[in-house]
Structures are given as structure tokens and as C-alpha cells.
């Protein structure tokens, strides 16, 4: 069977490529973008949504928690890569059910291969990160199966990228440093090349360094501050569980600054009465209307 698709599933985000007269091409979403959110979200009548309006659901979800400082009931769900090949479950109310870290894989595939209009896809090669150990890439196998792939090829994420970049076509033999930095893993690998085939010698990497950490980063050193300075938030901050809810719900507009910022010198945030539904320890709503520079997030 020939597999002319390329699926990449990060933590945070997944995209699906084909083969066209020997050249890969991004297969867009049906939201027209090149990646797609790994979220999956369960709504009240039980039905599985993915990608962008998984996120939609999770944004209100985490607004809800803020509203009444609690986050017991889950319905949406991401970062779940993480946990492949092992017996971590996802609970949802809506569901009734916990899902596996497989079955939701799962439906991230299923919904990227959806994206393809002119074939039914039944073969695919799917990237795994280079320290996932046998159990965890047996596990996006699975996965694949599960969404109807007939084939699934795994190919670690460095040597992916390496044929990205065409590293075998420059040079037959030789040694190459792989870097990703990601939003929730910084990952390197030393790659060989010896005769045009290609493989890691070595990884290494932190799980836990990556672009969310930058966002809370952000969070903690200019808006938090900012919401010390306008409101009284002290009981707040003393209680653990409302404080991540609150750096939870800071973030979305933290990652929304680091793009802004990535072209932008400065960027203006300012939330409308009822964006955040939380209120501070005297019973005033909270809001954000601040300018944040390029320097305040170098300084984060």
C-alpha cells in the first residue's frame, strides 16, 4: 500500500500533509489553517468535537471555572500525548465516560484525515517524539488503527524534520543537531547520516520547557503584577486552587501577546466587562487593559 500522507500530532498541535508530484503539501483545515489545536471536547449532548472548536469549548470551560472557582466538571481536553502508553484516563461529565489517551488520538487522526476531500486516506506515517519508548509508539499506532488507517508508519519527529529540510539531498554522510523547541518540550537529537540512510544516535530533551512555559512566564511577571496593582487580589493568590485558575485563564491572553509580539514592538490588551468572569476580593469584576511591549516579555 503506498502512503502518500505525513500526519504530525504535537501537544498542542497536529497537521496532515500529501505527497504531490513528489513534493509535500499541507492539507488545510477545514478552517482553512495549516495546523489544527490537539484539543477534543464533549459537549451536552454527548457529541466529540475537534480542533478549533475544542479550544473554543475549552476557553469557556476555563472562563466558567474562573466565574465560580471551580473546575471539577471537565468536558475538554488536550496535552494528552503526554500520557500515550500509559493508563491515564480523561473523565468527561458530559460523556459520562473517561477516555483513554488512545481514544482521543484517535479522534484528532480521524478528524485530520477528514480534512482530505479528494481520497479516502487508509495509509499514513505519523512523527512520534524521539524519547517515546516502544509501549508509547505501539499506543499512536493504535491510535491510528482506531481512526481507520489501514497502515500507520511511525518516523521519529528529528529525522521528520531533517527530510523537511532536505539534509539528505545536501549531504550524504555526516552528523546533524536537531533542535525543537516547542510549546510544551524542548527536544534535541544527534543525527548521522552514512551512506543516505539516516538515523538518531542520540536525545535528550526537557518534557516540561517549552512555549507554555514562556506564557506562564508572562502571566506571572506582568500580569499578575498588573493585577496587584488595580485590584485586591491577596486572599486570592493565598488559595492554590483558585490562583491556577486564574494563571489558566491569564494565559490565553499570554500566548496571544507572544504572537502579537513575534512582529509587533507593542500590544494592547484590553478584556470587555464579562471576558473574565472572576472577581477580585472585594466583589470588582477583573479586567485587563494593558499594553505590553517587547522588552516586558525579554525582562518575563
Known sequence: MTVNYGIHIGNTSASIAKMVNGKPCIVRSSTLKDTMP????????????VGDAALNALKKEKLRAMGNWDHSNHNSFTEFRRTMGSDATYHSSNANKAFTSIELLAEVIKTLCSFEKSAQIYAA??????SFKNNQINAVR???????LQQVEIVQESIAASLAYGIDSIITDGFWLVFDFGEETFKSALLKTEYGIMKVLDAEGDNYLGGINLDFATVDEIFIPYLQENFVIDELLRDSNKTNILRYEMKFYAEDAKRRLSYNETYEIFSDLGDI???DDEGEEIELDITVTQEDLAKA
Open 38 to 49: 490537539v484539543c477534543v471536547a464533549i459537549d451536552r449532548r454527548g457529541a466529540i468535537q
Open 142 to 148: 493504535e491510535a491510528g488503527v482506531l481512526a481507520g
Open 277 to 279: 468572569p472572576g472577581e
Open 125 to 130: 506515517v505519523i512523527t512520534v517524539p524521539n
